[in-house]
Nanobody, 116 residues
Framework: QVQLVESGGGLVQAGGSLRLSCAAS????????MHWFRQAPGKEREFLAR????????YYADSVKGRFTISKDDAKNTVYLQMNSLKPDDTAVYYC?????????WGQGTQVTVSS
C-alpha cells in the first residue's frame, strides 16, 4: 500500500508564495512519476505539474508555468510544489498523486486560499 500526505497549505495574500509538500510512504520503490493537481469549488480537478522519478523531467500546465516549480527529495521520498506570485484564482484544494506499478495513488489534499 502507498500513502501520500500533503502539507503546507494555508492562507496567503495575492502575490505571495507557498511551498506544498507531499510525503510518500509504503511501497514506493517503483515510483514512475508524481504529480500535483488542484480542484476549486464547482470545477473539475486540474493538472498542474509532473515530475518523472528517474529522469527528473518536469512538465507544467500553462496556467502555472513560470510561477510554480515541482521538485523532489529522494532521501525524504517527498515531492514539493513551490508556488510563487499566487493569485486568488489559485484558491483550491491541492492534491498530489503518484504513479506506482501501474496504479495512481492520491493524497487527501491541502487547502490553499489566496486573498485579494
Amino acid at each position: 500500500q502507498v500513502q501520500l500526505v500533503e502539507s503546507g497549505g494555508g492562507l496567503v495574500q495575492a502575490g505571495g508564495s507557498l511551498r506544498l509538500s507531499c510525503a510518500a510512504s509504503g511501497r514506493t520503490f517503483s515510483t514512475y512519476a508524481m504529480h500535483w493537481f488542484r480542484q476549486a469549488p464547482g470545477k473539475e480537478r486540474e493538472f498542474l505539474a509532473r515530475i518523472s522519478w528517474s529522469r527528473l523531467t518536469t512538465y507544467y500546465a500553462d496556467s502555472v508555468k513560470g510561477r510554480f516549480t515541482i521538485s523532489k527529495d529522494d532521501a525524504k521520498n517527498t515531492v514539493y510544489l513551490q508556488m510563487n506570485s499566487l493569485k486568488p484564482d489559485d484558491t483550491a484544494v491541492y492534491y498530489c498523486a503518484a504513479d506506482i506499478s501501474g496504479n495512481r495513488y492520491w493524497g487527501q489534499g491541502t487547502q490553499v486560499t489566496v486573498s485579494s
